[in-house]
């Protein structure tokens, strides 16, 4: 089946830096890929829509300058978290779709961010 | 509109029993629902999904009920066993659109 492979699965940082987290679709050509946000004991909020080689759509209150997304490739879309902050400390899932206007989205392992 | 409300926040089974999670939407234009499995530190899995022009969906122990008309579905485990422990959410898209989660059930089942 559909797999979609999610790294790093950990990453501690420090206020002001930058990470890079990457959501590879490895079987499959994963035309729309989507990242969600997770904080403990509450549900996935969407946080943006990515189509290959156009740009992200980002959902109400999302800021795009902080959240960075590029969908690059048919099975490659990264998030960049940008000048983080302790509050951006999260759990952050990708998923995938593998065919256009097909419903199923398979999800990656999630990658658990520190902000120190 | 675009809400998918569910209930119970938590549950506890004995093993052996039956686990039932409800959900309820109010965009009419859902035409896919799925249920995911979620471990702690882990992403989610599918577990079953339904479209609304069938009624129940059954796959091993897993059954999805969907009543159109009320627009509310739910997720029945049967023969709960302590491994299905973890948290269930519900899920509803349009075709091809987003997909909205409802606010997860965690489940214990005791053995």
């Known amino acids: 089946g559909a797999v979609v492979s999610q790294h790093p699965s950990r990453v501690i940082c420090k206020s002001g830096t930058s990470v890079k987290i990457e959501c590879r679709s490895l079987?499959?050509?994963?035309?729309?890929m989507f990242w969600y946000r997770q904080f403990p004991k509450q549900s996935l909020m969407l946080m943006a829509t990515?189509?290959?080689?156009?740009?992200?759509?980002?959902e109400q209150g999302v800021e795009k300058d902080k959240f960075l997304i590029n969908h690059a490739s048919l099975t490659l879309s990264t998030l960049t978290v940008t000048s983080a902050h302790p509050e951006d400390s999260s759990f952050y899932i990708c998923?995938?779709?593998?065919?256009?206007?097909?419903?199923?989205?398979?999800f990656g392992a999630g990658s658990r961010l520190t902000v120190l | 509109q675009q809400q998918v409300k569910q209930s119970p926040q938590s549950l506890i089974v004995q093993k052996g029993g039956i686990s039932i999670i409800n959900c309820a939407y109010e965009?009419?234009?859902?035409?896919?629902f799925p249920w995911y499995q979620q471990f702690p530190g882990k992403g989610p899995a599918l577990l079953i999904a339904?479209?609304?022009?069938?009624s129940e969906k059954k796959e091993g122990r897993f059954t999805i009920s969907f009543n159109k008309s009320a627009k509310q579905f739910s997720l029945h485990i049967m023969d709960s066993q302590p491994g299905d422990s973890a948290t269930y959410f519900c899920?509803?898209?349009?075709?091809?659109?987003?997909?909205?989660f409802g606010q997860g059930t965690e489940l214990s089942v005791k053995p």
């Open positions: 339904i479209r609304p022009d069938v």
């Open positions: 990515s189509n290959e080689g156009s740009k992200a759509t980002y």
């Open positions: 965009n009419t234009a859902f035409d896919y």
């Open positions: 079987d499959f050509q994963a035309t729309t």
């Open positions: 899920a509803a898209s349009r075709q091809g659109g987003k997909l909205i």
């Open positions: 998923s995938a779709r593998d065919a256009i206007g097909a419903n199923v989205l398979t």
